[in-house]
């Protein structure tokens, strides 16, 4: 059984050819795909014939199509754009930029970008900056600087690229009367520090009473000795003879 088949397209199908092209797929995906949807038949002169005008248009679309991702290839180059994104005080995103939040990004500019256009070489997991890539065509690759900014004000290195944008994208300090103010938190840790301090002084060292020296009644008492059996202390009594 052979593995590939040759098929007539009767429709555009992306990444594989225009209407009117002779294509070699494999059995599997004609089968599971293009024949039951219509996208393709088996070729012969007189279907290639029929389709020669439908081809045309095609051909006259895909020309104005790369038209315009011509210009949005030019448009793109040297664009710059933020993403505000949430992280920890090292500069760690709480979850990974995708292509999704770039195109989206983009879309909201006016630039009509799709998920898969857009490239990435690296995961992009903290705040920095990056060059992103959007490739439109085999021969239409745009670079883009990308900006991930935190939501609020980090303490980072000075020497770090996203310390600038991260200061322009600040959290606001809060302001006077605010919840967030730091005085109660520290009236709070006094009042702790000084009630553990009085406990300390009131603890008594030893087991035995409230002072450093007090010691039970008895505590220096002689431990009574033991007499022998003649009545003595610490000696036997003597055997008769």
Not at 15 to 26: E, H, M, Q, T, W
């Amino acid at each position: 059984m052979n593995k590939n088949v040759k098929l007539l397209l009767t429709d555009n199908v992306e990444a594989l050819g225009i209407v009117g092209d002779v294509v070699n797929v494999r059995t599997g995906y004609a089968r599971n795909f293009l024949l039951p949807r219509n996208l393709a038949t088996q070729p012969s002169e007189e279907k290639i014939k029929a389709l020669a005008a439908k081809r045309a248009e095609a051909e006259k679309q895909i020309a104005a199509q790369r038209k315009q991702r011509e210009q949005l290839s030019e448009k793109l180059q040297g664009v710059e754009i933020h993403l505000t994104k949430s992280c920890n005080d090292q500069g760690i995103l709480y979850g990974a930029i995708t292509q999704q939040d770039i195109a989206a990004e983009l879309n909201k500019m006016g630039h009509a970008v799709k998920p898969r256009d857009v490239r990435l070489t690296q995961a992009i997991k903290r705040i920095d900056s990056y060059d992103v890539h959007v490739k439109l065509d085999n021969d239409l690759d745009s670079t883009l600087k990308l900006w991930v900014v935190s939501d609020r004000p980090l303490d980072l290195k000075k020497d770090q690229p996203s310390e600038a944008a991260a200061s322009v994208h600040a959290a606001p300090a809060p302001t006077e009367g605010s919840s967030t103010e730091a005085a109660p938190a520290d009236g709070k840790k006094k009042a702790r520090k000084e009630g553990e301090e009085a406990k300390a002084e009131n603890k008594p060292k030893s087991g035995f009473g409230s002072g450093p020296s007090e010691k039970p009644a008895g505590f220096d008492a002689p431990r009574p000795r033991r007499e022998g059996r003649d009545g003595k202390d610490g000696k036997k009594g003597a055997k008769s003879r």
